[in-house]
Structures are given as C-alpha cells and as structure tokens.
C-alpha cells in the first residue's frame, strides 16, 4: 500500500525564509495521521508551550500558534480523501505567506497497519531528533519536572533565563547565565539544562558551562553544592566522566524519569 | 466589537521623546491591484473599508498605497507576534457561529449591503483559546462595482444592486448566522445616513479606472439597497437564516 507524507515546516522570520520540521501529516487512501510538535496523540491533547519555546516566540504568541495546530488538525481529520481535499489546502500555505509551510513530500511502501509506525518514525527522524526540538522537549519537561515538585516557573521566586551579576571581587566580575534560578528569602537553588543526545563536542561545551557557572556560584557564596542542579534527558551513560565531574558538583535530575519530580522535591527540602 | 490586533513586521526606531514614546515600525500588509479579473479591485476595497468601518462591521482594516503601477490598497493583516492567522477551517464554520454570533450576522449584513458573495475563505477568527477575540473578514475587491469591465455588464451591477436583488448567492454563514441577531445588523445598515454613504464613495475625482459618474452611481445603489436591506433579507430567510 502506498503511504504518502508531507512535512510541516514553521517559518521563525518570514523576512529569512529557513523552514524548521515541526511536524507531519501521512495518509493512504483510507487514513490519515498527524504527527505535531507538541501534539499527545494518547490524550488528543496540544501543548503548545513547546512550539513556542523553540522559536522563543513570546506568551501571546501561543494563541495563534494553537489555532495553526488546531487548523493542520482539522485537515487531518476531514473525511473524504486527503489528497483530493487536504493537499490543496497545505499547497495554499506558501503562497499565502503563511508561517507554516506544507511541501516537503514523501512516499513509502506499507503494510495495511503500518502508517502509525510510518508517522512515527518519520516524525522522529525529521522533527525530533533536530537539536533545536529536542532541546525544547527536554527544557519543557525540565519544566513540567519543576512544577511537579512544587516549583513554577514565574511564581514564587523562580526566575527563569537568570542573569546574576555577582559583587565584584579580586578575580573580577561574574555574570551567571542560569535556566532557572530559585531565590527566596532562605531559600536558594540554581539550574541549568545539559542536552547529552547533542553532538559530543556540544555536550562538552554544556558541561563545561555548567561546571563553571555552579563553580563561580559557590565560589562567590551564591549557592552550595546541595543548591546546584543539572537537569538533563537520556544520554548521561555515554558520558561516565561528566557523569561523575557534573556529580560532585552538582545533584543530577533526570527530568524523563518517573521520579524525578520526588528526587527534586527531596533534593530540594535538604538543601 | 472588540479591536483587531496587526502584525508589527519591524520597530525601526523608537523616540525617548514624547508621553507615549512613538516609535517607527513597519506593518504587514496584502496589496490589492487592480488587474483584469478585478479592475475596480482597489476602489472595491477602499470603500468597502470605509463602509465597513461606518457600521461597524468586522472587517479587517487597510489604507491605500503607491506601488508600482500606482494607487493600490494595503489590507493590513491581522495577527498577532508576526503570526499570521490561518483562515477559517469550512468544517469550523458552525463553532465561529457559537463563539461570535453577533460579528457573524454584522459581516452577512455586510455582504449582503455590498453584494460580496467572496466570503469563502477570507476570514479569519480565533477559535480555540477562551479570552482571546479575533474575527474579521477581509478581501472585498469583486463586491461593489465587481469585476465586469465592459460598460453594459457594469450598469447590470449597479442596477442589480439597487433594485435589491441577492447577488450574494453562496456564503459560509447561510444557514447558520442568527435570525434575529442578523435583523439588529440589517436594522443598523438600514439606519446609515445617506450622506455618510456618500462620503465614503464619492472622490470628487475620477480614481484610477472609477469614473465619477460610476461613484456616484454605486452610491445611489447603495443608498437604495440599504434600504431594501430588511426587504431582500425577509425574501431570502430561507437561504439566509435556514
């Protein structure tokens, strides 16, 4: 059976067009499938805060986006043939200026039960495995990690893209460039995110950053070891050294794993 | 009716002078030219524009511009954080209905006074977060005079407009807008001062292939069919309001 695909792409500056992955529609002649940046297919629900996050478009921006998504998913569900009534509709979107391009095409052989395996595995090879959407995952679900431990981004205290300038000193000026930055009255604690399924000298770069922001931070009696904390996705194991430099200077929180809203929490009480 | 918010492309420069710190920015916008499908296309807009405004319909706001090849008009488009929107969705159409009853029977009270039967596909509304408000309709470069070039078939329109014929057969929101609602807005139209019809359509001076005579002509038309308006609506609820 033949299984076709286009890409869709968001366009972050209408004015420099460079298309980005952010999702996909597949469909055979009798079905259709979305696949969105996003987008839970399980509980049919958006998170757009992803979408937005990965541009670093503003707040307000999220509205429009969501009515995009809203729209690609009408598409996908219409009945009729999607070749006959979808694919003119996405063939529109560049003419009409629009942020969201649907072009890129594709086709595979399938069996009769395959094009969820299809969108699947298209959509993790073209949208997520791009180093700008998987870093947006893996800083929303930091995010969802720290709500579930109590902390919310904006409220209490916790500031979020921190910039700390630290007194100065004999070795100079600091300014401390952390993710999130927990500060209450008695209560202190700094983030940063390090991405270990970026490319190895990437990965090099994250952790270097991070091993120096938290070692300015204690050095200049900003925070304690027990206040510092890298938030991270899958891919630590590949990394045993960093594994263990980031370890003594910091508590590492896998933010993908099921426990980690509790280890945060408890991390968190002690300190 | 709640404003429209626009697209800033760029803030060029912004003045540390002044209460309110006005600042140089550019606007997206769509260019209407006129051209041989649409040859009254940027006088359709301009007055449509202004009529729109005078009753207060959702219509998306637009300014007249030089181009190239002259006088054109500027739709500005209608977004939000250099997002534009998507247009309307057919299968959407009944939810725009629930969320925006009365803006809905204000732009088929709209149409129907112009004779603009290309709805379809121009508009755009915000359908899926709570507090947020977007509906405007835009694109009414064939209503009006519409599109026929040759003298004769230009004085059918006009006619056709003044003697209070339908002309506008097909639109999204027939047999879904409101009765009722609809009634208020074809009230409001009918209510309109001739004179600020007038004003809206009449140059003083020819404008680009838009003789003085043909302004003066589709203004008496609209005089004329605005208050027909009820009549035409009554004659056609069955297709209007379903």
């Given at each position: 059976?033949?299984a076709s695909?286009?890409?869709i792409?968001f366009i ?11 999702g ?6 009798k079905e259709?499938?979305l696949?969105?940046?996003g987008?839970e ?7 757009v805060?992803?979408?937005r996050?990965?541009?670093g478009?503003?707040?307000p ?5 969501l009515?995009?998504?809203r ?6 569900t ?6 006959e009534?979808?694919?003119p ?6 003419s009409?200026d629009?942020?969201?391009?649907a072009?890129q095409?594709?086709e595979?052989?399938?069996?009769a039960?395959e094009?969820?395996a ?6 993790r ?5 791009l ?15 720290l709500?579930?431990?109590g902390?919310v981004?904006g409220?209490?205290?916790?500031i979020?893209d ?13 300014l401390?460039s952390?993710?999130w930055f ?14 270990f399924?970026a490319?190895e000298s990437a990965?090099?770069?994250?952790v270097?950053?991070?091993l ?5 931070a204690?050095s200049?009696?900003l ?6 904390f890298v938030l991270?996705g ?6 045993p050294?960093?594994s263990e430099l980031?370890g003594d ?6 933010v993908?794993s099921p426990d980690?809203?509790n280890r ?7 300190a | 009716m709640?404003?429209?918010?626009y ?6 420069r912004?003045?540390?002078k002044g209460?309110s710190?006005?600042?140089?920015a550019?606007?997206?916008?769509i260019l ?13 807009e301009?007055v449509a524009t ?5 009753m207060s ?34 299968t959407?159409?009944?939810d725009?209905?629930?969320?925006y009853?009365?803006e809905v029977a204000?732009?088929v009270?709209f149409?129907?006074w112009i ?6 596909g121009n508009?755009k ?6 507090h947020?408000?977007i509906?405007?309709g ?9 599109f026929e070039?040759d003298?004769?078939k230009q004085?059918f ?8 014929e339908l ?6 929101f027939?047999g879904l807008?409101?009765g009722?609602?609809?009634s208020?807005w074809?009230?409001r139209?009918a ?7 007038r004003?809206?359509?009449l140059?003083?001076?020819p404008f680009?292939?838009?003789s ?5 002509d589709?203004?008496e038309?609209?005089i ?5 308006l ?13």
């Open positions: 059976m033949l695909y286009r890409l792409q972050p500056d209408r004015a420099f067009p460079a298309p980005v992955n952010v996909l529609i597949a469909w055979t002649s259709t499938r696949r969105f940046l987008f297919i399980g509980s049919n629900s958006f998170d805060a992803i979408l996050r990965a541009f478009l503003p707040d921006a999220e509205p429009v986006l009515e995009w998504f729209w690609f998913q009408d598409i996908a219409r009945r009729g043939s999607f070749a009534i979808g694919i509709l996405l063939e529109q979107l560049e009409r629009y942020p969201f391009w072009n095409a594709g595979a052989d399938i069996g039960k094009l969820d299809l969108a699947d595995d298209v959509f090879r073209a949208v997520l495995a180093p700008l959407i998987r870093f947006a995952n893996l800083e929303q679900a930091a995010i969802k990690c709500a579930a431990a902390l981004v409220q209490d205290g916790l979020e921190a910039e700390i300038s630290l007194p100065k000193t004999s070795a100079g000026r600091a401390l952390l993710t927990l500060d209450r009255a008695k209560e202190k604690a700094g983030f940063r995110i390090v991405d399924e490319i990965v090099g770069q994250h270097a950053d991070a120096n922001t938290f070692e300015v204690r200049r009696e925070l304690r070891r027990d206040q510092c991270h899958p891919g630590l194991s590949d990394y050294l960093y980031l200077a910091t508590t590492l929180i896998e993908s980690a809203a945060l929490r408890a991390a968190l009480a002690i | 709640q404003p429209l918010t697209l800033t492309r760029r803030l060029l912004q003045s540390k209460a710190k006005p600042a140089l550019t606007l997206n916008a209407t030219f006129d051209c041989d499908e649409s040859p009254f296309g940027v006088y359709n301009l202004r009529l729109g405004q005078m319909a959702p219509v998306a706001s637009g300014v007249l511009t030089v181009s190239g090849e002259g006088q054109t008009f500027a739709g500005i488009e209608a977004g939000s954080h250099e997002l534009v929107m998507p247009d309307v969705s057919d959407r159409l009944k725009v209905v629930i969320k009853p009365s204000a732009l009270a149409d129907l004779g603009n039967d290309d709805r379809h508009l509304a915000a359908l899926h977060t709570q947020i408000r509906f405007a835009f694109d009414h470069a064939i209503s009006l005079l519409g070039d003298p004769k004085a329109r006009i006619e056709a407009l003044k003697a209070g002309l506008v057969k097909f639109h999204p027939y807008v409101d009722l609602e609809l208020k074809v009230s139209v209510g309109i001062s001739d004179d600020l019809v004003e809206a359509c140059f003083g001076r680009r292939s838009v003085m005579a043909m302004q003066s589709l203004a038309a609209l004329a069919r605005k208050r027909l009820p009549g035409i609506m009554a004659a056609n609820a069955a297709l209007i309001v379903g």
